[in-house]
Each structure stands twice: as structure tokens, then as C-alpha cells.
């Protein structure tokens, strides 16, 4: 059976913000203090480098390797945040990060041609990613009460969701382009598929 490469294409674009939203907790872990919340990120990134190596061993189940993304989400939405300064910046980035991650393995295993073992990926990892956008917004939140900065930290989330926005409605027009659609449609255009759901 032939491989097709833009499907090795699209799990290595999973992997890489997988492993680039480890990247992100590492930096925090490196700055955070209290140690629940050590506790917590610690088992934050075991998740995310555990998401990245199964969509690695996916690769690796179709005969192929991961290829370098250059390109990838993060990487995009990392030039036009530019480098957060604050906790409140990366607890923030995070929490808009993993909701986009959880909104498109969601999407993606919503496809009616979805098949069975990449279907199983994607509701293992989208089970973990409540608990972390869960667990990082409730941190988020207490450290913005600490320091009276929840304005500030409303503001925040709004600047990097647009910037989200902006950046997936450019990966979307990209994906378009070269599969003629996106994982991310929705499949009630179609009116069986719709009613099955
Ligand atoms: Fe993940
Ligand atoms: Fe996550």
C-alpha cells in the first residue's frame, strides 16, 4: 500500500506542536515556584511528549519518518507574539494553545473517513488536553488575582486568540490547497453524515 506524503505531512505538523507545546511547559517549569504546580505541569508534559511520540510511532507504523515542520502552528504563532515576558504571557499562550489543539483533534476525528487507529489517537490525546486547558486556566486565573492583573490577563488571552485565529484560518487555506478540503470542515455539509452525528 502507498503512502500518501501529505498524510505524513499532516501528523508530523501534529507532532511538532506537540512537542512545541512541551517546549512552552519546560519554560515554565523553569520558572514556576509552588510546588503543586510543579506537581501538575510535571505530569502536563509527560502527557504532551507522550502525544508527540504516538503520533510519531503513527509515522512510523506507515513506513515513514517524521519530516521537519518549519511551518507549523507554533512556530507561526510564536512570530507574531513574540516572546512572552511574564508568567501570565506563557500561562496564557499555553491555555490558548492547548484549546486550538483540542478543538482540532476534535475536528479532525469528527471526519467521516477518519480511520479506526488514527481515530484512536486522536480521542486519546483530545481526552488529556481537557485536563490541561482545565488545570492551566484555573492557574492562570489565581496568579492574575494575585497581582490584580485580570484585565490584563483578559487582554492577553484576546491578543493570542486573534492571533490563533489568524494563523489557522492561514494553515486551513494551506491544508485546502492540498487535500481540496480541510480536517477541520465540518462534515454536516453533508446531510447522512450530519444526521449520524
Ligand atoms: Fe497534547
Ligand atoms: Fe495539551
Known amino acids: 500500500m502507498s503512502v500518501d506524503p501529505r498524510m505524513i505531512h499532516l501528523y508530523s505538523y501534529y507532532r511538532d506542536a506537540e512537542l512545541r507545546g512541551a517546549t512552552l511547559l519546560l519554560k515554565l517549569i523553569m520558572r514556576v ?5 510543579q506537581m501538575k505541569l510535571s505530569r502536563h508534559l509527560a502527557d504532551e511528549t507522550r502525544h508527540a511520540w504516538l503520533w510519531t510511532k503513527k509515522i512510523a507504523s506507515m513506513g515513514a519518518n517524521p519530516v521537519r515542520v518549519e511551518d507549523g502552528y507554533q512556530t507561526r504563532i510564536g512570530r ?23 478543538r482540532r483533534y476534535i475536528e479532525h476525528s469528527r471526519r467521516p473517513d477518519c480511520e479506526p487507529e488514527t481515530l484512536t489517537i486522536l480521542h486519546e490525546v483530545t481526552k488529556d488536553e481537557r485536563w ?16 490584580g492583573g485580570e484585565t490584563k490577563m483578559l487582554a492577553t488571552l ?10 489557522v484560518s492561514e494553515m486551513i487555506a494551506k491544508e485546502r490547497e492540498a487535500f ?18
Open 158 to 167: 484576546e491578543r493570542y486568540r486573534e492571533i490563533d485565529r489568524r494563523v
Open 132 to 147: 490541561h486547558i482545565g488545570w492551566i486556566m484555573d492557574k492562570l486565573k489565581e496568579l492574575a488575582a494575585q497581582n
Open 80 to 102: 507574531q507574539v513574540g516572546i512572552p515576558k511574564t508568567l501570565i504571557d506563557l500561562f496564557a499562550l499555553t491555555v490558548v494553545v492547548e484549546e486550538r489543539a483540542q
Open 33 to 37: 515556584d509552588d510546588t503543586e504546580a
Open 180 to 197: 481540496g478540503f480541510s480536517f477541520s470542515d465540518a462534515p454536516d455539509d453533508d446531510p447522512v453524515v450530519a444526521a449520524a452525528l
